[in-house]
């Protein structure tokens, strides 16, 4: 019988298992020599991975005076699976914590992750972390890491500069930079530049002993990443100038808006009631946020640029303004002080009939309903409808109705109705007479301070105005200065200019002006005075001007809600600000006083002036 040989196959099986054992060797060869993949993890019970948070960027103002910085604290971190038996109770203790807060947070922990680290409890100054750091030891599975919180060294401008918090749900959801327990702006510039203060963050890894003392980086932090700090940036607030504007608002409802008119620089930005801002810093942040939340007052709302209000009688100089670019009306035109909206000079005589700039110092409102009517009858439209599309075109040239887009925080457009809106209401059959209010600023409109002040701010340049703005520079950015230089022309006729700003000079020059009362001989000021009509309650002061007349270098405006006559209450608190900011003091104590220690909050019984 036939044997097959089966010698040959020997070979072959001999060179599969060398070639197996080749393939095996040169694997370990590679993983002992040129990678520590296993290395590491056969040591990663003494690894820890260290996050490294960077320093947040620090804001100044226009003076390079610091208005936010960081202070170290410290979060103590937990790694379940590494804690073993310890005295729990001498922990709490040195924690000044409750057993059954240990209990919920170790739970809170093991359920995010057994083998990863968390916050156990967060935000511990040196002083709460001194009696335990050196006892570390006793705690396997705890350690610390530093952390910085927000300081604020002046009390000013809390809705504005706004607040860092920990990171929600939504946020993580949002963003994939931020992890459980990580920092992010909430609100104002924190929140508007958030990308730019929160900087990098880099990571270490180290070697830790069986105590959880680090001793020292793993293979000379080959696997370390550098942290990248925040931007610094400089706004163009004053200081001293926004603390003012605080004092003066104490006790009272409403904004200061002052800028600087050929910038756009944004010099106060006052929202009353406010709060200090390192109320909403460390662990009693919640708390304080919740009251702060509730308070019937309204502290966190930033009225500067989300309060919105009808306009008033400031409005009176856009009204002018459109009716001399129209032709309708010229600086001389004469109207009788009598008809729809009419009200009477302030003074002994009764004046009638007055040209333009009288009834402009003099905010007589007859003289702009007539104005108006002259602007919605104007010929050269085909009818009271297309002559209204026209007039609202020119409004919002002055940036009403719509957000500037710059790094104003929670900023609202306001409001200029449409003819939509009025063919919606009145089925369509409207006229110049039934839109009348709009002639004084009343009605349906509604500005934002920032934008009254905006307003002022075109006049003073004789018709162009940079979008108002807070960045001045950011560090390790070049360019980011000149983001706001552009220009934007309102383009009525120059002379037409002229006619307002003389007007506004007679609010203050003219005994018949409305601001009269706080003319100063040495320091040119011209303004407008609006008593607002609030269907809420008494009349919202209002006011903007800007100063010096010739050459301005602050366009102001003031609203004090439910405060009563413009001329009482906003008129003298603009004028203060203006002498403050172009003199560095006030020489008017008896009207400072009078000012500051006001409570229009809680006394709201006001005298007619």
Excluded at 88 to 94: I, N
Excluded at 331 to 354: C, E, H, L, M, R
Aim: a positive charge; glycine letters at 6%.
């Amino acid at each position: 019988m036939y044997r097959k040989d089966y010698s040959a196959r020997k070979y072959v099986i001999i060179a599969g298992f060398t070639l197996v054992a080749v393939v095996i060797l040169v694997r370990l060869f590679y993983l002992q020599v040129y990678t520590n993949q296993y290395k590491l993890s056969a040591r990663d019970i003494a690894l820890r991975r260290v996050i490294e948070y960077p320093a947040r960027g620090r804001i100044y103002d226009r003076h390079h005076k610091l208005l936010v910085y960081n202070d170290a604290v410290y979060d103590l971190m937990v790694i379940p699976r590494q804690v073993k038996s310890m005295d729990t109770l001498k922990f709490c203790r040195l924690l000044q914590i409750s057993k059954a807060f240990f209990i919920k947070m170790m739970a809170k922990a093991k359920h995010y992750s057994y083998y990863k680290p968390s916050i156990f409890l967060k935000q511990l100054s040196q002083k709460d972390k001194g009696p335990i750091e050196e006892i570390m030891y006793e705690f396997p599975g705890f350690y610390f890491q530093t952390r910085t919180l927000r300081h604020y060294p002046y009390p000013i401008a809390a809705q504005l500069l706004g607040n860092v918090g920990e990171v929600n749900q939504r946020d993580l959801k949002r963003y994939s930079y931020y992890k459980p327990g990580d920092y992010i702006g909430k609100s104002g510039i924190e929140m508007f530049y958030e990308k730019e203060l929160r900087g990098k963050k880099g990571s270490r890894l180290v070697e830790v002993d069986v105590h959880n003392n680090v001793k020292g980086s793993f293979q000379n932090g080959k696997f370390d990443t550098l942290s990248i700090p925040g931007a610094d940036l400089t706004l163009s607030l004053d200081e001293k100038l926004q603390a003012y504007g605080q004092l003066l608002m104490q006790n009272k409802k409403g904004s200061i808006v002052a800028i600087a008119p050929k910038t756009g620089e944004i010099l106060a930005f006052v929202s009353s009631p406010t709060y200090n801002p390192n109320l909403l810093v460390g662990r009693q942040r919640s708390k304080n946020y919740n009251r702060l939340l509730h308070d019937s007052s309204k502290p966190l709302m930033d009225r500067a640029s989300s309060g919105t209000y009808p306009p008033g009688s400031t409005f009176k100089l856009i009204e002018a303004l459109i009716g001399l670019q129209d032709g309708v009306v010229t600086a001389n035109t004469w109207f009788t002080n009598q008809g729809p909206a009419s009200k009477p000079i302030p003074s002994d005589s009764y004046i009638s009939p007055v040209q333009m700039k009288l009834a402009i110092a003099a905010s007589i409102n007859s003289y702009f309903w007539k104005t108006f009517r002259a602007i919605m009858d104007n010929p050269k439209y085909a009818n009271t409808h297309d002559a209204f599309d026209a007039w609202r075109k020119k409004v919002l040239s002055f940036g009403l109705g719509h957000r500037f887009n710059t790094d104003i925080p929670f900023e609202k457009p306001g409001y200029i109705p449409t003819r939509a809106y009025y063919d919606k209401v009145y089925h369509g059959s409207w006229n110049a007479m039934t839109i009348r209010s709009l002639s004084i600023g009343q009605g349906e409109i509604l500005v934002t301070p920032v934008q009254l002040a905006n307003v002022a701010a075109i006049i003073a340049n004789r018709g162009y105005y940079v979008k108002p703005h807070f960045l001045i520079s950011m560090s390790g950015d070049d360019t980011i200065s000149g983001k706001y230089h552009k220009k934007y022309k309102v383009p009525f006729n120059q002379s037409y200019y002229k006619v307002a700003r003389e007007a506004m000079t007679e609010v203050f020059t003219s005994t018949h002006g409305t601001a009269h009362a706080y003319y100063m001989k040495s320091l040119s000021q011209a303004g407008k005075t609006g008593t607002v009509q609030n269907p809420q309650g008494k009349d919202n002061s209002m006011f903007m001007a800007f100063a010096p007349v010739e050459h301005p270098k602050i366009a102001i405006a003031v609203v004090v809600e439910h405060a009563g006559y413009g001329a009482t209450w906003a008129a003298p608190i603009a004028s203060l600000m203006i002498e403050k900011y172009l003199r560095g003091k006030t020489k008017r104590p008896l009207l400072e006083k009078r000012i500051i220690n006001a409570d229009l909050i809680h006394n709201q019984k006001l005298k007619k002036p």
